[in-house]
């Protein structure tokens, strides 16, 4: 059984703070990692996407991956309101022949 | 980028019809398509994977009767639900990756059935 966890929040934190967000996932042969942004109503859209462990940055946002661990992280730094959303976690069995499987989110709010 | 586009993106029906959902790849082709449903405040969850050329692989709980998948070319796939009811009332979006273990998803098809 694939399962993703992620606390649901809602997570606040003050305009220009960093936002840490946290996954955890069951399946060990899991090897590709990603977070998603989804506004209420509409579908998810891709923030990052990590396959080795340590930290990828981009921009304001850093994911980190840490497999012994089995633990997912997305950091938002210089939090701004429009970054208040869900934050969705997806985790990838193998080649991608299975979809993705989510975590049911984080809801983000950064308040101004 | 590589878009999935999605129609429709809203859809209102009565109880026992049948609504279909279409999902095409605009700028690569995609021999697999992946169906997620997602209700009020809980996550996507996959529905099915729909194989261009064969038969879609449907996960567990997930009636194939009822939610019928064509993938009949490398652009198209469509999720019919046949016979709906109230309960299946719900966000449907599809995923597709253009490569590099990317996913694409469409804009969603909020189906209201009444």
């Known amino acids: 059984q694939k399962e993703v966890e992620q606390n649901s929040g809602p997570l606040s934190v003050p305009e220009g703070a960093i936002a840490s967000l946290n996954c955890t996932y069951s399946?060990?042969?899991?090897?590709?990692f990603f977070w998603y942004r989804q506004y209420s109503g509409k579908s998810p859209e891709l923030i990052m996407s990590?396959?080795?462990?340590g930290d990828k940055e981009d921009g304001r946002f850093t994911a980190q991956l840490n497999k012994a661990s089995q633990y997912v992280s997305l950091l938002i730094r210089d939090s701004q309101p429009s970054d208040s959303a869900t934050y969705l976690c997806?985790?990838?069995?193998?080649?991608?022949?299975?979809?993705?499987?989510f975590g049911k989110g984080t809801h983000l709010i950064i308040q101004p | 980028g590589a878009v999935v586009s999605q129609h429709p993106s809203w859809v209102i029906c009565k109880s026992g019809t049948s609504v279909k959902i279409e999902c095409r790849s605009l700028?690569?082709?995609?021999?697999?398509m992946f169906w997620y449903r997602q209700f009020p405040k809980q996550s996507l969850m996959l529905m099915a994977t729909?194989?261009?050329?064969?038969?879609?692989?449907?996960e567990q709980g997930v009636e194939k009767d009822k939610f019928l998948i064509n993938h009949a070319s490398l652009t198209l796939s469509t999720l019919t639900v046949t016979s709906a009811h109230p309960e299946d009332s719900s966000f449907y979006i599809c995923?597709?990756?253009?490569?590099?273990?990317?996913?694409?998803f469409g804009s969603g098809t909020r189906l209201t059935v009444v």
């Open positions: 995923s597709a990756s253009p490569g590099q273990q990317g996913y694409t």
């Open positions: 399946d060990r042969g899991s090897q590709s």
């Open positions: 990590i396959y080795s462990n």
């Open positions: 997806a985790v990838l069995l193998g080649g991608g022949a299975d979809g993705l499987t």
């Open positions: 700028d690569f082709q995609a021999t697999t």
């Open positions: 729909s194989n261009e050329g064969s038969k879609a692989t449907y």
